[in-house]
Every structure is written in C-alpha cells, then in structure tokens.
C-alpha cells in the first residue's frame, strides 16, 4: 500500500498552524488575547480561507481572546505573508475549541459516577451480568 500523499491544503494548513502560534506568542500584544494555544487549522481547498481552532486556558476568557484575535487577524496574516512564500495568505478566522473543557467535563462525570457507585455495597463490578443461569 502507497503512503499517502498529502494535499497542498492540509501542508498549508499545518504551516499555518506553526507560524500561527510563534506570531500570536511573539508578536501579538493585546493582553485580551491571553494564554492561547493553536490546536487545529483546517483551510479550504482553494486557500481563500483558513479556520484557526483556539484552545483558550481561561474558558471564561475565551469569547474575549477570540473576538481580540479575530480583530489582530489582519495584522496576523500580514506577518504571515512576509514569512510564508505564498502568493497570497487565506483570510483567517478565530474559532474556540472547546475540546479539553468537554473532555474535562466528561472526567468530572465519570469521576462522579464512580463515587457514586462505590457508595453503593450491593454494586459489584466483577459479578457476571449473565441473566441468572448458572452451569
């Protein structure tokens, strides 16, 4: 089986998602941004637009560094144009991940049902869940 080849959308996309993060690390000054970090860049098959996934440290500072990075977008993609060696750069767009506040969601739940169940004598985990014949 051939590797697969990847499209020139998807290697745009994640040298985007690499010049993306040092340009808001290094060089984006607006204290509303925050503590950000670049988690996923999709761009369209035509370049025109790129979608810049955010995961925000602060969840409650998350509109706010979104719509502060959706304002710099201009200034971004200017310092990306004089990086990267492309004709033009793909607009872009500040999107929030909210990935790791469901996933830590998710744990708080499960964390929760287990409590819950261990409060519970007659719950045994290893008993067989067959319907009650026995051999």
């Known amino acids: 089986m051939m590797?697969?080849?990847?499209?020139?959308?998807?290697?745009?996309?994640?040298?985007l998602r690499r010049d993306i993060a040092l340009?808001?690390?290094?060089?984006?000054?607006n204290?509303?941004?925050?503590f950000v970090s670049?988690?996923?860049v999709d761009v369209t098959r035509d370049i025109s637009l790129a979608r810049v996934y955010i995961t925000v440290f602060d969840p409650e500072q998350a509109a706010a560094s979104i719509k502060a990075l959706n304002k710099a977008a201009g200034f971004?993609?200017?310092?990306?144009g004089k990086e990267m060696r492309m004709r033009s750069v793909p607009e872009l767009r500040f999107l929030h991940d909210a990935s790791v506040e469901t996933g830590q969601a998710v744990d708080k739940l499960i964390a929760k049902a287990l409590?819950?169940?261990?409060?519970?004598?007659?719950?045994?985990?290893?008993?067989?869940?067959?319907d009650g014949d026995s051999e």
């Open 23 to 29: 340009v808001i690390q290094q060089q984006v000054r």
């Open 76 to 80: 971004i993609r200017s310092r990306l």
């Open 115 to 130: 409590h819950q169940d261990s409060q519970h004598p007659e719950w045994n985990p290893d008993a067989d869940s067959s």
């Open 3 to 15: 590797p697969r080849e990847f499209t020139r959308s998807e290697r745009v996309a994640a040298q």
């Open 38 to 40: 670049v988690s996923e």
């Open 31 to 34: 204290p509303e941004v925050g």
